[in-house]
Nanobody, 124 residues
């Protein structure tokens, strides 16, 4: 199994920044494509960003393009989500996710492992 633990969430004012971290353990981290999902109040969970095993390819949902950056450090078994220019609509529980298949890392039904989630609250 793979265990995923998120950190770095909290309360931030609109326009501010946060960096989420997700530390993986249990299996070889570099075997997995990684991603971030989020679920806001009254909303369905959605994919936010994905990154390939090597970090060479990334993808983002349109609503965060230009503001969020996903990255990974395989030596540290960690994936990051740098969130800049935060908006109140970014308020959500953010979930780290791992998949063996790059084609499914941004699909809920393709995720093999989930973190417990971490709350990000953006105040206006």
């Amino acid at each position: 199994q793979v265990q995923l633990v998120e950190s770095g969430g909290g309360l931030v004012q609109a326009g501010g920044s946060l960096r989420l971290s997700c530390v993986a353990s249990g299996r070889t981290f570099s075997n997995y494509h990684m991603g971030w999902f989020r679920q806001g109040p009254g909303k369905e969970r959605e994919s936010v960003a994905g990154i390939s095993r090597s970090g060479g390819s990334t993808a983002y949902v349109d609503s965060v393009k230009g503001r969020f950056t996903i990255s990974r450090d395989n030596a540290k078994n960690t994936v990051y989500l740098q969130m800049n220019s935060l908006k109140p609509e970014d308020t959500a529980v953010y979930y780290c996710a791992a998949s063996l298949r790059v084609t499914t890392i941004m699909r809920m039904d393709g995720v093999d492992y989930w973190g417990k989630g971490i709350l990000v609250t953006v105040s206006s």
